[in-house]
């Protein structure tokens, strides 16, 4: 069964880092594009960061160019971002998605984690 799992989620202050950790089960992540997604309360999801399977290049929100780093490692099937300079409107519960493909060409996914919160707050 296809699993994903993100953890990493926490509260930290304005200008602080985080990482977030997507875990694939069940299947290999190596023939799979991953997205990380983001929903705040009231607001409706939205794709921040996107890595394709066979090149790996990346697709970022323009909300978070410069600041947010997607990773895959597919050795331990896990796909990483790196959220640097947290701003409160970062807050939201973040999910990982995974497709079967190569590249990043739309935000459009079928599988999907539970999601980890991230709360940016002084």
């Known amino acids: 069964q296809l699993q994903l799992v993100e953890s990493g989620g926490d509260l930290v202050q304005p200008g602080g880092s985080l990482r977030l950790s997507c875990a694939a089960s069940g299947f290999t992540l190596d023939y799979y594009v991953i997205g990380w997604f983001r929903q705040a309360p009231g607001k409706e999801r939205e794709g921040v960061s996107c890595?394709?399977?066979?090149?790996?290049?990346?697709n970022y929100a323009d909300s978070v160019k410069g600041r947010f780093t997607i990773s895959r490692d597919n050795a331990k099937n896990t796909v990483y971002l790196q959220m640097n300079t947290l701003k409160p409107e970062d807050t939201a519960v973040y999910y990982c998605?995974?497709?079967?493909?190569?590249?990043?060409?739309?935000?459009?996914?079928?599988?999907w984690g539970q999601g980890t919160q991230v709360t940016v707050s002084s």
């Open positions: 890595i394709g399977s066979r090149d790996g290049r990346t």
């Open positions: 998605a995974a497709r079967m493909g190569y590249y990043c060409s739309d935000w459009i996914f079928d599988n």
